[in-house]
């Protein structure tokens, strides 16, 4: 579940390139990062170390955990707040 907080300004008519644009960045990374993953799942799986499963199966816990959430929490953060700036 995402931590972001609204910043309380609402997207309109005039926001709608941007959001294009945020959606299209984020879509081309997500495009890049499975392409990225897939292609060293094949390199391990190419020298014997099969993870694929393994990836798709581990649950993480402790640091890493705490890591992703607040990778998570940081990224949706940055996206709202591209779209929605902070009134000054």
């Known amino acids: 579940m995402s931590q ?3 910043t309380g300004v609402k997207l309109g008519a005039a926001n709608i390139d941007d959001l294009g644009r945020a959606l ?3 879509a081309t ?3 890049v990062l499975n392409d990225r993953q897939r292609v060293l799942e094949a390199v391990l799986e190419e020298r014997g170390i ?3 499963d393994a990836v798709r199966d581990y649950q993480p816990a402790g640091a890493l955990a705490e890591t992703l959430n607040g ?3 940081r990224l ?3 996206i709202v707040e ?3 700036p902070p009134s000054a």
Do not use: H, N
Request: negative net charge.
């Open 4 to 6: 972001a907080q609204s």
């Open 24 to 26: 299209l960045l984020l």
């Open 29 to 31: 990374e997500v495009a």
């Open 50 to 52: 099969a993870v694929a």
């Open 71 to 73: 990778e998570q929490a």
């Open 76 to 78: 949706a953060k940055l």
């Open 82 to 84: 591209a779209l929605c």
